[in-house]
């Protein structure tokens, strides 16, 4: 499986047989300063309807996911599980969903604009992760404390940080640092892609750092 930061909270996943499944694809959104996205994929996940999360140029005519439930698209099986984009229970930006899907047999953990801490049944219906892409930047969704604690929980092999300030991204969020600060297994790709493997996993938890592709 391939891993590709497109910028913001877009990612783009290649399984080995081929199938593309971009992960909410920003459009032009004011702050933004990404390349737009112009890629081709067979699935579209959108975790939900803002313009920074669900845009982008998708050629190929692919299949939409949106949305709590579970179904099984291209031959992989998606679940989405019901959050928010705040802590006010979806009354400041509304609702988010966190999807889980299994590519080339690993557990892949995307948490789109999640704004608060995880219950113990979020949590669990999510299950094992072995790749988290998870927001650190804080304001508009959960800080780099709150991630740090969540990956505490679901304890993936590899997480991915995404929605944070850089020269890209003009958010009035927190950059990058708070959320590595104090932390170990630091890995800076250099790159915006990896290729991961299910049997050559680290064995103990690293954080990947990509650089945005656009």
Same mark, same amino acid.
Request: with cysteine; glycine share 12%.
């Given at each position: 499986?391939?891993? =590709?930061w497109? #910028?913001h ?7 080995g *047989? $081929?199938?593309? &499944? ?9 702050g ?11 699935i ?11 845009g982008?140029?998708?050629?190929g005519?692919?299949?939409?996911i ?7 698209v ?16 979806? =009354?400041?930006r #509304?609702?988010n ?6 590519? *080339? $047999?690993l557990n &892949?953990c995307?948490?789109?604009?999640l704004?608060?801490m995880?219950s ?21 969704t959960i800080?780099?404390?709150?991630a740090?604690?969540l990956?505490?929980?679901l304890?993936?092999?590899i ?5 944070y ?8 969020i ?18 915006s892609?990896?290729?991961i ?9 690293e ?8």
């Amino acid at each position: 499986m391939k891993v =590709k930061w497109l #910028g913001h909270a877009a990612f783009l996943v290649t399984a080995g *047989d $081929g199938t593309r &499944v971009v992960l909410d694809p920003y459009g032009e959104f004011g702050g933004l300063k990404h390349k737009p996205i112009d890629e081709h994929a067979d699935i579209v996940v959108i975790s939900h309807e803002h313009g920074d999360h669900c845009g982008g140029k998708i050629r190929g005519n692919p299949q939409t996911i949106k949305g709590a439930g579970e179904r099984k698209v291209k031959g992989i099986e998606f679940k989405g599980i019901e959050t928010y984009h705040d802590t006010s229970g979806g =009354k400041e930006r #509304g609702p988010n969903t966190v999807f889980k899907f299994n590519v *080339d $047999g690993l557990n &892949v953990c995307h948490m789109g604009d999640l704004g608060h801490m995880l219950s113990d049944s979020q949590l669990e219906a999510i299950g094992e992760v072995d790749v988290l892409m998870v927001p650190v930047g804080g304001f508009y969704t959960i800080d780099a404390a709150t991630a740090s604690k969540l990956a505490g929980s679901l304890k993936p092999r590899i997480t991915i940080p995404m929605h944070y300030s850089s020269e890209k991204c003009e958010f009035p969020i927190a950059c990058i640092d708070d959320f590595l600060e104090n932390k170990t297994g630091v890995r800076k790709a250099g790159s915006s892609e990896i290729e991961i493997f299910p049997g050559k996993l680290p064995e103990t938890s690293e954080i990947i750092v990509l650089e945005p592709a656009n």
